[in-house]
């Protein structure tokens, strides 16, 4: 059998496309990653521009659903920082406060 050099289309034999479903903890760097995006966007929202404003707004509705599936990705591998989730829970405790007020 002659030998056929592996091209990009081609794997090896034991090479699986699935990954692991135990990828590990969360990262530090997601949880204050969205602290930080959090509580800028709660400073975009405290301005008195409208278009500023807005953009506070809509920034803080779209991480909501993103911080509570990193929330939910946390309870399945491991919480990572503690103190980095708990910087982030009370950044997303604020949030919810400034949209539900």
């Known amino acids: 059998m002659a030998h056929v050099a592996p091209t990009s289309h081609r794997r090896g034999a034991r090479v699986s496309h699935r990954h692991s479903r135990t ?4 990262q530090p760097t997601t ?26 707004i809509t920034l803080l509705l779209m991480l909501v659903p993103l911080t509570l599936a990193v ?14 989730a708990l910087s982030t829970g009370i950044a997303f405790a604020l949030v919810l406060l400034n949209l539900l007020v």
């Not at 929330?71 to 980095?84: D, E, N, P, Y």
């Open 71 to 84: 929330f939910a990705s946390a309870l399945r591998h491991g919480v990572g920082s503690t103190k980095a």
């Open 31 to 56: 949880w204050l990653g969205l602290t930080f995006a959090l509580i800028f966007g709660l400073v975009l929202t405290g301005r008195s521009h409208v278009g500023v404003h807005a953009a506070g």
């Open 23 to 26: 990828d590990g903890p969360i």
